[in-house]
C-alpha cells in the first residue's frame, strides 16, 4: 500500500512550524499512515475533511489559537476523532482543558517515534469505536 492508499488511516497533523509537519509526516508515511498538514488551528477547523480523519495531532501552543482550543472548537462541531497534544511547555491550565476535549494523550517534546506512534494507533483504535 502507497501513502495515498485510501484504505490507510487518515492522520491530521496541526503545528505552525513546518519542519515539525515534515518530520511528522515522513514518520507517519513510512508507517502507513496517510496524512493531511495544516499550519493553524484556524486552517484546520476550516477543512470539514479533518472531521473524517482517524486520529488527530496538534501542538499546544500555537499562534492565533492554541490546540486547546482548536479542539474545543471542533468538539463543539461535533468532530469526535482521537486527539494528541504535544507540547514543549507544560501548562496545567491548558491540560485541564485538554482533558475536558478528550485528548487521548499529552507528549512531551520531543516525543520519541515509538511513543508517538504507539499513541497513533491507539488513538485510531479509539476512533474506530466511536
Not at 61 to 84: D, F, K, T, Y
Not at 93 to 98: F, G, H, S, V
Request: glycine share 4%; proline share 4%; net charge negative.
Amino acid at each position: 500500500m502507497s501513502a495515498t492508499d485510501p484504505r490507510l488511516p487518515v492522520i491530521s497533523v496541526v503545528d505552525d512550524d513546518e519542519a515539525v509537519r515534515d518530520s511528522l509526516r515522513l514518520l507517519l508515511q513510512t508507517s502507513r499512515y496517510r496524512v493531511n498538514e495544516y499550519a493553524s488551528g484556524r486552517h484546520f477547523l476550516s477543512d470539514p475533511s479533518a472531521a473524517k480523519a482517524d486520529c488527530w495531532i496538534c501542538d499546544l501552543h500555537m499562534p492565533e489559537m492554541s490546540g486547546a482550543e482548536m479542539l474545543e472548537r471542533a468538539r463543539a462541531r461535533g468532530w469526535n476523532v482521537s486527539a494528541i497534544v504535544m507540547t514543549g511547555q507544560g501548562d496545567a491550565n491548558l491540560e485541564r482543558r485538554l482533558i475536558q476535549a478528550k485528548v487521548v494523550r499529552i507528549l512531551e517534546k520531543p516525543v520519541s517515534d515509538i511513543a508517538l506512534l504507539e499513541w497513533v494507533e491507539k488513538a485510531c483504535a479509539l476512533t474506530k469505536r466511536d
